[in-house]
T-cell receptor, first 116, second 113 residues
Framework: AQKVTQAQTEISVVEKEDVTLDCVYETRDTTYYLFWYKQPPSGELVFLIRRNSFDEQNEISGRYSWNFQKSTSSFNFTITASQVVDSAVYFC?????????????FGRGTSLIVHP | DAGITQSPRHKVTETGTPVTLRCHQTENHRYMYWYRQDPGHGLRLIHYSYGVKDTDKGEVSDGYSVSRSKTEDFLLTLESATSSQTSVYFCAIMGQGPNTEAFFGQGTRLTVV
């Protein structure tokens, strides 16, 4: 069974600090997909990134970067020079390719609070 | 933005009454999901659908039923609402497979008093 663990319940930083959100996953599939979503205080869920299990290349998008390491089953998310607008709950998710049901499983989320 | 809408957005209901939440999509996506979000639990799957009239249970399905008679609509019914079902409910849609991201509706805040 697939499982996603976000051990950090809440992180509090001061603006301009770098912050890393951890995500550890479990799956028996060799083909799977990992995602990060952002939920700002307004409540909607916003897709940030998708990564497949065959692509371990790290990705950078502006102040956001993602580090995928199959050896440690981790898909961590780093925000560089955090801003108040980054305050949100961030969810990591996993979808397996087998079985045909394609059910995204979510971690419990990490609440990031960025203080001015 | 993906065309997915939930209705109602907010609802207060009394214990023991039936409640139906609607999810409507205009993307013609095959997969649809109902999740509930509670503090400390993240998003938990209630039911999902992989086609018209094809549905299955998720992690927290007790007390809930679903129906999907058309591609675009996925209904979640609380047969007899309880206070433990007070939550924020999200509908999600997904395209052809696990390599596509899920798009979420805006959520329905349900309060059972």
């Amino acid at each position: 069974a697939q499982k996603v663990t976000q051990a950090q319940t809440e992180i509090s930083v001061v603006e301009k600090e770098d912050v890393t959100l951890d995500c550890v996953y479990e799956t028996r599939d060799t083909t799977y997909y990992l995602f990060w979503y952002k939920q700002p205080p307004s409540g909607e869920l916003v897709f940030l990134i998708r990564r497949n299990s065959f692509d371990e290349q790290n990705e950078i998008s502006g102040r956001y970067s993602w580090n995928f390491q199959k050896s440690t089953s981790s898909f961590n998310f780093t925000i560089t020079a955090s801003q108040v607008v980054d305050s949100a709950v961030y969810f990591c998710a996993l979808s397996e390719a087998s079985g045909g049901s394609y059910i995204p499983t979510f971690g419990r989320g990490t609440s990031l609070i960025v203080h001015p | 933005d993906a065309g997915i809408t939930q209705s109602p957005r907010h609802k207060v209901t009394e214990t023991g009454t039936p409640v139906t939440l609607r999810c409507h999509q205009t993307e013609n996506h095959r997969y649809m999901y109902w999740y509930r979000q509670d503090p400390g639990h993240g998003l938990r799957l209630i039911h999902y659908s992989y086609g018209v009239k094809d549905t299955d249970k998720g992690e927290v399905s007790d007390g809930y039923s679903v129906s999907r008679s058309k591609t675009e609509d996925f209904l979640l019914t609380l047969e007899s609402a309880t206070s433990s079902q007070t939550s924020v409910y999200f509908c999600a849609i997904m395209g052809q497979g696990p390599n596509t991201e899920a798009f979420f509706g805006q959520g329905t805040r349900l309060t059972v008093v």
